[in-house]
């Protein structure tokens, strides 16, 4: 019996679930082997029968929270899809600011959206059983995922930092040229797609075990960035995590 | 022909020995048999899975051509191998490393201190020299678990520790009443024998903080520091001494070991 | 017999080259070079200082494929093994010695039959350093700044033309097979001696303390506080063994086909320097900080390595040093571990 899957989105751009819509060369075979019973980007269905949900998107509203309750009672594996799922993402900017302050900057008036509450991981409402990082997630690793659970091992993410792909495709280090970077603290996966592409590395796959933040914060401070840009730079996708203290 | 080729291998038994340990029996697909040492071990392969290496169980005086692995699962690969059953595939590469210095050791008195998950590499020993026993001494046993439930093959330790001809004393970390034998740490065991230490030679396998204790009361009671024996553990990608996450300092723990001397190993700052 | 290569003759080599290899040689990238395959001669930088990195890598390659599987058969193991001819055209002598350093590490039995096949079938054609290349060397300390062997032809810029030593059979092939190649006559053998005599004036030594008693300097030092200091900088971020040109590590990966029948098991490079390099399965970390882990890098060049294969494992190229952005330096730390000794610590 092929596995039942469900797709869910919350707050987010919804750009994970095209990730896996773009896996355009692999859906054939890959359905084949799954039950995809929800999935709302790409189907009708609205199946509540699945046994592993992916969970895109952060919790941004009160009606949100019951939701992600009512998905975790029904899966037996949750697994948090992308960064906005794992980390907050973007949406936990707002979390800086006062409310009505970056509802007008946004919408041009604050009196909107009353139902807004400080952008909340998955794993803030209810336990999380795997970690599927990334902005957006990497296609091959989502498929990754999806195999080791057909198989039953668990799926493993690069426990090293984004400098060990970037070197190995020999890139220019960006550090190195005097701009910012947070690959050396990121964990790895995305095959360094931003600095191969001379853009820096934002964190959005999450601070990597085993990292060195105050060392990297020394670096980028004698290239000239101040503490408070510094920080705003790990706040893009790493403003919930416990590495504020550091910054 | 490339040495990362595991050669194809059947699982001709599965039996669970703990309730979190398994013990595989597995003969190799071209009929040859394995020949190794004891405290030898292989790198198991499982397709789509990965590698990981598993010290022999069994000794190598056994008749036939099975090797016995028992395996934790504790990770993927021997997660997978749990989920396995009788006449399913895997793939063996090895065995590697150094192996126990069974012949150097011929005509000595033999103490063998196995705590925890120690005793699997442990048992190929203790099997060999009970096997051979007419070639060496004295032959004492010290065994420890956390429970009695954890002990491996409690069978055979009840055997051995039945047999006049061996030594045996076993202890565990914390027991409920059935239980008649010591409780405490493994080191507590050393009150109960008394060795020639010239003529004795050691063998300790268990969880890392446990060698710094025992070799302190192996050295209290004058066993010379050649004469004392670990397995280590550390992480092995390739058993080729190439892949570099067993090196302990100089040494490839795949390839020097995985048995040092405590005098080879003390002079190795990351060993212990 | 040598020859010589007029620097307007040097494409047609490489046109002639190509024909029979897959080039590989030095072209600039953002600023700076890395050893690439090539389609025209006109990409070619003879004149480069260090590439990202070694061309060594071409010969260990990342991500590079040991066997395909079958997950319903798991007898059914197909053994990959490549070699396609390839050329490292340009290659400095701090990396031809690099190359012979991984050749004795690799060739060590158990052999590495991957790395052995395609060293086998690759050409080097190395290129003399007449100067330091940049700052950050430490070649010049080690004496590998010069390479004696582990090349089939060797190219020396003699002025107007190239003094090309051949060093090989296949050298020799290639030689005939380029032709209309003037024979190295006595003023160019002349020339030749005169450049490298004017050489070692201007290498200047970076380390202050004899690179003879380095192994046994750092052993004194194991337990001094310097690898602490290196500590607090170091990101783990594994860039200095990335671009290393002796750094061999590597991690065992499984990537299965999307059809779930097939798959293949690669080699990725691994490095020392990762913090998680040494942790096992049930979670014991046996070189938890980047202190241990820093020495463990030093001491596996300049102690392990040395003592096993008698020469130094670190050839000096600088890479490490230019590439890390947390500015730990080999120079600094053989320095200080000198320093350490003069200051009777």
Known sequence: MPPKIGVFSFTSCEGCQLQILNLEDEIPTLIEQIDIVNFREAIDEKGQDYEIAFIEGSVTRESEIEEVKRIRERARVLIALGACSHLGGVNVLKNFHPQGSWLSTVYGRSDIFSDTIPTKRIKDVVPVDLVLPGCPIDKREFLRFVQGLLLNIKPRLPDYPVCVECRSKGNVCLVEEGKWCLGSVTRAGCGAICPTYRDACAGCRGIVEGSNIESLRNILMEKGYSKEEIRDKFRIFNGLEEIQNLL | ?272 | MDVTVEYNDIDRFILALQSRYNVIAPVSKDGRFIFDLIDHPSKVSPKYDSTLLPPVKWIYPNDEALLEFDLKDAAKIKEITESNKQALLFVHPCDVNAINIMDEILAEEPSDVNYLKRRWSTVIIGYECLGPCKENILCFDKSYHIAYSGFDLFFTDIGERYYVQVASSTGKEIIEMIGGLKKAGFSDKTELFRVRDERKMRFKKSIHGNMDMLSHMLKEAYNDEIWNIEEKKCLSCGACNIVCPTCYCFDVVDEICPDMEKGTRYRRWDGCQLHGFCKVATGENFRKTAAERVRHRVFKKEVYLKKRFGRSGCVGCGRCIDHCIANISLIEIFNKVFDRVREGV
Not at chain 2, 47 to 66: F, L, Q, R, Y
Not at chain 2, 167 to 175: F, K, L, M, R, Y
Not at chain 2, 190 to 202: G, R
Request: with cysteine; charged share 25%.
């Open chain 2, 1 to 272: 022909m490339s040495n990362f080729i595991p050669m194809p291998a059947t699982l001709v038994g599965v039996r669970q020995v703990t309730d979190k340990e398994k013990l595989f029996t597995i003969s190799l697909d071209n009929g040859k048999n394995i020949k190794h040492r004891p405290c030898q071990f292989v790198i198991v392969s499982i397709s789509g899975v990965g590698e990981a290496p598993i010290s022999i169980s069994s000794p190598p005086t056994d008749s036939g051509k099975v090797i016995e692995l028992c395996v934790r699962s504790v990770g993927n690969l021997t997660g997978a191998m749990h989920r396995l059953s009788v006449n399913d595939k895997i793939g063996i590469r090895g065995p590697f490393g150094n192996g126990f210095p069974i012949e150097k050791i011929e005509g000595r008195d033999i103490l063998i201190v196995a705590g925890g998950l120690g005793l699997a590499p442990l048992r190929s020993l203790i099997k060999y020299v009970n096997n051979e026993r007419k070639r060496y001494r004295r032959f004492i046993l010290l065994i420890g678990a956390k429970r009695p439930a954890d002990i491996l093959f409690k069978e055979e330790v009840t055997k051995w520790d039945e047999d006049p001809g061996i030594e045996t004393h076993i202890t565990v970390d914390a027991a409920e009443p059935p239980w008649n034998k010591n409780v405490g740490v493994i080191t507590g065991l050393f009150k109960y024998i008394d060795i020639d230490p010239l003529k004795t030679v050691a063998a300790i396998v268990g969880p890392p903080v446990m060698y710094r204790f025992v070799i302190r009361e192996l050295l209290a009671k004058g066993i010379f520091e050649g004469n004392i024996f670990l397995d280590l553990e550390r992480r092995m990608r390739c058993g080729l001494g190439k892949c570099g996450h067993c090196q302990i300092n100089g040494i490839y723990l795949c390839q020097n070991g995985p048995v040092l001397s405590y005098l080879e190993a003390k002079k190795l700052q990351e060993a212990l």
